[in-house]
T-cell receptor, first 110, second 117 residues
Framework: KAGVTQTPRYLIKTRGQQVTLSCSPI?????VSWYQQTPGQGLQFLFE???????NKGNFPGRFSGRQFSNSRSEMNVSTLELGDSALYLC?????????FGPGTRLTVL | AQTVTQSQPEMSVQEAETVTLSCTYD???????LFWYKQPPSRQMILVIR??????QNATENRFSVNFQKAAKSFSLKISDSQLGDTAMYFC??????????????FGKGITLSVRP
């Protein structure tokens, strides 16, 4: 089976722009979670989707949003980008209480 | 809310030796999972080992084993016969047991492990 894939792998944006990141889970996995990884804050949970419904949400501002499609693929969107949004964004799909991570999208905000 | 603490930011070990990475956590939950994840430089995060809180027996995966002390809320990882490929950042993580598919992982800050040749 193919692993979790994320596109794009790298992004450079400027402040005020918006960005959409995509995540395709392992085939058959219906739960997708998103995490933000920064040197200062470490790994922080953004949100989780299961069967197109948001099941859980972390403590992030409303500029961060997501959705999941019927094929379990998920997107997250960040609007009005700030310098502090520069991070590695990881998604993970879940099977039997184990989470499988994708390679991440490295977002740089200038 | 759960918290996970990894107090050692960096460690170094000689190849073929044994190293132990520490982790403590705080929770009021009784049923949960604990994990160690490995994130090599510029590479994907992968699961090293998993422990279910209801199991008294410590988990073991080849050269990796844990010392799970539920009462002390301690979950350390022992790496035996360290190899150069073990060089990575290691994260301790907590997940509440939830039949409603709650997958939220709470991570520690991580520890950078360097294996010296």
């Amino acid at each position: 089976k193919a692993g979790v894939t994320q596109t794009p792998r790298y992004l450079i944006k400027t402040r005020g722009q918006q960005v959409t990141l995509s995540c395709s889970p392992i085939s058959g996995h219906r739960s997708v979670s998103w995490y933000q990884q920064t040197p200062g804050q470490g790994l922080q949970f953004l949100f989780e989707y299961f069967s197109e419904t948001q099941r859980n949400k972390g403590n992030f501002p409303g500029r961060f949003s997501g959705r999941q499609f019927s094929n379990s693929r998920s997107e997250m969107n960040v609007s009005t980008l700030e310098l502090g949004d520069s991070a590695l964004y990881l998604c993970a799909s879940r099977w039997n209480n184990e989470q499988f991570f994708g390679p991440g999208t490295r977002l740089t905000v200038l | 809310a759960q918290t996970v603490t990894q107090s050692q930011p960096e460690m170094s070990v000689q190849e073929a030796e044994t190293v132990t990475l520490s982790c403590t956590y705080d929770t009021s939950e009784n049923n949960y999972y604990l994990f160690w994840y490995k994130q090599p430089p510029s590479r994907q995060m992968i699961l090293v080992i998993r422990q279910e809180a209801y199991k008294q027996q410590n988990a073991t995966e080849n050269r990796f084993s844990v010392n799970f002390q539920k009462a002390a809320k301690s979950f350390s990882l022992k790496i035996s016969d360290s190899q150069l490929g073990d060089t990575a950042m290691y994260f301790c993580a907590f997940m509440k047991f939830d039949t409603g598919a709650n997958s939220k992982l709470t991570f520690g800050k991580g520890i950078t492990l360097s294996v010296r040749p």
